[in-house]
Nanobody, 122 residues
Framework: QVQLVESGGGLVQPGGSLRLSCAAS????????IGWFRQAPGKKREGVSY????????YYADSVKGRFTISRDNAKNTVYLQMNSLKPEDTAVYYC???????????????WGQGTQVTVSS
């Protein structure tokens, strides 16, 4: 189990940008695949993006492809989600978690943290 803390959320206008951070506590993140998830009020939690631990491959949901970029900084033990061209429908609480990847199927493992709120509003 890896303990992760999300930060970087906030209020931004449509078309703006935010960078979310996912920092590990007491673990080395480069050993794990890490994913970002989000949950808007009244909606199911959905997977947004992940970055693998082996080859560094990345995945993006169609809804964010071309706008979001996931990356990791092993020296800082942190995974980032750069969010550009934000839309109101991106408004949600964003969570990061360790993930297991099986081809096109991926799952979060471990417990959820508090997440970080992203609000995109004009």
């Amino acid at each position: 189990q890896v303990q992760l803390v999300e930060s970087g959320g906030g209020l931004v206008q449509p078309g703006g940008s935010l960078r979310l951070s996912c920092a590990a506590s007491g673990f080395t993140l480069d050993r794990y695949a890490i994913g970002w998830f989000r949950q808007a009020p009244g909606k199911k939690r959905e997977g947004v993006s992940y970055i693998s631990s082996s080859d560094g491959s990345t995945y993006y949901a169609d809804s964010v492809k071309g706008r979001f970029t996931i990356s990791r900084d092993n020296a800082k033990n942190t995974v980032y989600l750069q969010m550009n061209s934000l839309k109101p429908e991106d408004t949600a609480v964003y969570y990061c978690a360790q993930v297991h990847i099986y081809g096109s199927i991926w799952y979060n493992v471990g417990s959820w943290g508090q997440g970080t709120q992203v609000t995109v509003s004009s």
